[in-house]
């Protein structure tokens, strides 16, 4: 690996990514929807947008976001090391990343492959945080972060639990509303993810 591709794992510049990276989806996604006037949050699924004309914007925003979110899983994993619960939240982070660039990649055009794949990237996102508020629980001085991952946590699961009981067709068309539920709380812990990585960083200079 080139020592300028290496760079963009340093904390400085990882820190950056993994605060783009929510962005990123937001924008794709967005820009998609108001480009959709077809769309609806109660009868359609977000993923219907990636076999519409708008998917060369949509999938790529996805794909380009999991790319993202890789990149900064792998960085924040080398800061967390030290810590195998969070190390545990980073590497399952970067499985959510990959599973992210998977559902861009295999759209409803591939149906099998895109459930496996958005099933994957939604149950992993839950499973990372939830390890993240384990550890933060275990480390002093972080009682707020613990207070807001936790909550946005059970709202994930609670999502999360709807869509995996819903009948098939339920799951596969009018489910936007619960897939936003699941997916864009998260997003503001990305940030203080990415804030900590900083901190870290200044923390321990090299």
Known sequence: MSYKLKKIFEPEIAAWIGALAPICALVSIGISIALSPWFSWTQNALSDLGVSKVAPIFNSGLILTGILTSIFAIAFAKAEQEDNIR??????LLFM??????????????LGMHILFAFSC???????????????VLELGTKKLIYIASSITIIGFVAW??????????????????????????????????????????????
Do not use: H, Q, W
Not at 177 to 192: G, K
């Open 97 to 110: 990343g990959i599973s992210t660039v998977g559902v861009g990649v295999f759209t409803e055009a591939f």
């Open 161 to 206: 639990y709807i869509i995996a009981l819903s009948p098939i067709n339920i799951r596969l068309s009018g489910v936007a509303t619960v897939e936003a539920l699941i997916a864009f709380p998260f997003f503001p812990l990305y940030i203080i993810l990415s804030i900590r990585l900083r901190r870290k960083k200044d923390l321990n200079p090299s």
């Open 122 to 136: 939604f149950g992993s996102l839950i499973l990372s945080f939830t390890l993240f508020c384990v550890g933060f």
């Open 87 to 92: 190390l545990a939240g980073a590497i399952v």
